[in-house]
């Protein structure tokens, strides 16, 4: 059994897309926040959780609402396409309305921006265990979020390259180019990805398999299974309240707390992010051989003892981007392995259902985070904010450590059966 990586590869550019820009929104959101509108941390915590607020329900429901309808060019695609023109159209506004700094254009257009990106993120990221066989979604994941990385690479690069130093930023021009990267990864999946013709492929492949918990037409979880379910979900809360809470805020706490000016942040950010880049397809590899669970209770020390000595630094030293490069490996084996695991629970035509679910976790987090952390850092002292992720990710352990299921199981049904996951499409 082999993983298509070609199909995979492009199946990955609509989540290349998604990531380039959430990382706009994390980075320059904020600032556009403190240093246009004069907005304090807390109330800009709040402002930066509208998106998740919003994804709490419309990714369940968009989620839900792919698995059951039925189009030419597929039932996720779509979503992806629609909610790509709708997205780019919205944000190239946001740097306009920043520039004649007008707050009820910002907030209008930020929100419109928000909307798009809510329908189609749960259908996108959904395409791909709909057309991965369950024991190579983690691999098929590491490509997943590797093409993410990407994603939010070429973004940091140009917020190091266009945001100056000195002086108020026109983001114009960066908004822009994402923009443009955007529409054009999009319109490459659309143009090499047959969904149709792919998911007829996987109806086929599983038509002999019963899932793990679905057994023989049974329409409830089994209650070993649904406890490992809660616990797997609460683990993401806790995960996501940790680290969203430092994504969010760290442009500001490298301006703020530690002296780094302009777009300085962006090349520590990029450090992080390449590390996770290196890591994704690895951590799929090694979770092949010692299980999901295992895995991610290794990135998520990584990360909590990592974020307890990042909380020693007062002033930016080197050092710290030695930590950053941790951070991205423990981030990469959390994130490849989590979202499989969910899934691996899903009845096999409720896989948008479920990514809805993963995303309820992870979206109410970074609804409470932003605004929670944002208090501290405003009341208490910019100090606090790795501290504070140290706590959640402690947490998160504890919860994961008693997950039972979702790991994968690796059949081997017959060769005819497997041949079309080898070819190009």
Known sequence: MKLNYRRTFFIGLAFMSISAFWQIYDSIIPLILK????????????????????????????????????????????????????????????????????LPLFVVVLFLALVAM???????VALMPDVTPKPLRSQANGIINLMGALGAVFSLALISFLVPDVGKPDYLLLFAIVAVFMVVAVAILFFTIKEN?????????????????????????????????WLILASIFFWFFSYNAVTTAFSKYLQSHLGVAGGGFASSLMIATVAAVIAFIPAGMIAARLGRKRTILTGIVVLAVSFALASLFTTFSPLLNILLVFVGFGWAAINVNSYPMVVE????????????????????????????????LEHVGYGTLFPYATVFMILAFLTMSQVKHGDSKLILPQKSKLEFLDVED
């Open 35 to 102: 240093h246009t509108f004069e907005i304090g941390d807390t109330l800009a915590g709040g402002i930066m959780a509208i998106d998740n607020v919003l994804a709490l329900f419309m990714l369940p429901l968009f989620g839900a609402f792919s698995d059951q309808i039925k189009t030419g060019i597929g039932k996720r695609m779509p979503f992806i396409l629609g909610g790509t023109a709708l997205a780019v159209v919205a944000m190239v506004l946001i740097p306009v309305a920043d520039n004649v700094i007008s």
């Open 197 to 229: 013709k792919i998911a007829k492929e996987m109806a086929a492949y599983d038509e002999p398999e019963k899932d793990e918990v679905a057994a023989e037409g049974s329409q409830k979880m089994d209650p070993a299974v649904k406890r490992s379910f």
């Open 345 to 376: 629970m899903a009845k096999g035509p409720e896989i948008g259902k479920y990514t809805g679910y993963y995303y309820t976790a992870s979206m109410s987090a970074q609804i409470l985070t932003p605004v929670l952390s944002g208090f501290f």
């Open 118 to 124: 809510s329908t189609y993120r749960s259908p996108a």
